[in-house]
């Protein structure tokens, strides 16, 4: 790597090469060869053939109903419909998308420093906040990459199979869903990435990665549960007001989850029809006519979702800085 950071040779010459870029593609090398990545990346395969397989085992029933007002939609129903056997794909990726972060992450700093060549590449002309940002970035090019591929995969199955044209709203849903899925797997990879500066050991840190998945997907609900039956009074002694900012004050809470965002925003994006995220009075729902969102009012609806989750990544990623600009190096 030392030798590589200095130079590279072109068709044209030898000519000095950016750290950062060295880095970066030294990073994705080693993830591409990566077992634990390998490993994973078949597992999130294997889940999107069996999600689509079931899919396209339903498309015909799903189509066809004209109760549902998302029918119409073919390209989204192969990521949403199921036969109640398996979870539908957006929600197999939930749970696999915070393993594929951690896994990339854990053992980004301490991994470099056990091996003793953290010395020996903060000796060269880089700076920390480059190596930081290269592994993080190599990452989120790895894991962008295997998801446009697999919605490369999905519309060209569904197009052979059915011989049905996207239509550009679907092509936007699809995109969308893409990148908020980058976006929560680039979560948990900044909190990996926190986590593997302040642990040495790589299992430590990986381990207390996977307890607080563990903790926001299965407990935190739980908690919040048994919290709000403990503290606030019963629902049915109360008007339809409180009601409503009973109900809004408990989804603001679970919101604090990010599996929670990301199945919000989800969903919002591969279901058309759905208008809120929140409860709804009898008054509000007067008079509407069950049709899908435009694009563009879905994206509305699923900003604050979609913003949380770059907070938090932008809040991982700088603690992440702080801890390691403040870390003393030796050899």
Known sequence: ??????????????????????????????????????????????????????????????ISNTNDPDHTFLYLKLLTTTDNSTPPFHVFLSFLGPLLGISLGFDAINIEQNNGTLTRIMAQPLYRDNLLLAKFVSAMIMVGTLFFVLTLLMTGGGLILTGVRMEPQELLRILGFVVISVIYVGFWLSLSIVLSIKFRQAATSALTAIGIWLFFTVFYQIIVNLAIRSILPDPSFLSQDQILRYNEFILDLLRIAPNQLYTDASTTMLMPSVRSLGPMTMEQMAGAIPAPLPFRESLMIVWPQVSGLIGATAACFALSYYLFMRREIRS
Do not use: C
């Open 1 to 62: 790597m030392n030798s590589q950071i200095n130079i590279y040779k072109t068709a044209k010459g030898i000519r000095k090469s950016s750290p950062f870029g060295v880095v970066l593609h030294k990073e994705m090398s080693d993830h591409i060869r990566s077992w634990r990545f390998i490993v994973l990346i078949g597992l999130i395969i294997l889940t999107f053939i069996g999600s689509m397989y079931v899919s396209l085992g339903n498309i015909r029933s799903a």
